[in-house]
């Protein structure tokens, strides 16, 4: 449900509202019950965070299986990684 924000014309008290799309917009302030109105706003941003998101990320392991037969590819042994299981040397600072 999306987050409105109204202002009040008599009094100018700013507030928002968390309501269906579907509900009427409100009328009243609640402070001094004068008219409001509703203003435009720019909404809430989205932050993707991670390595990436897309519909292949959250397959089924039995659906990446099927691709994975379907397209030749060797299985990979368990608990191998995408980099061969290979650890990366970490730099001791010496």
Do not use: N
């Amino acid at each position: 449900m999306p987050t409105y924000e109204y202002e009040c014309d008599k009094c100018g008290h700013r507030f928002e509202v968390f309501q269906s799309m579907t509900e009427p917009p409100r009328k009243r302030c609640p402070k001094c019950r004068g008219k409001v109105r509703r203003l435009v706003s720019g909404g809430a941003g989205i932050v993707f965070k991670g390595s990436g998101f897309y519909a292949t990320d959250y397959r089924s392991s039995a659906y990446k299986e099927q691709k994975r037969r379907e397209s030749g590819e060797p299985a990979k042994p368990k608990g191998e990684s995408k980099d061969g299981g290979r650890k990366k040397k970490q730099d001791s600072g010496s």
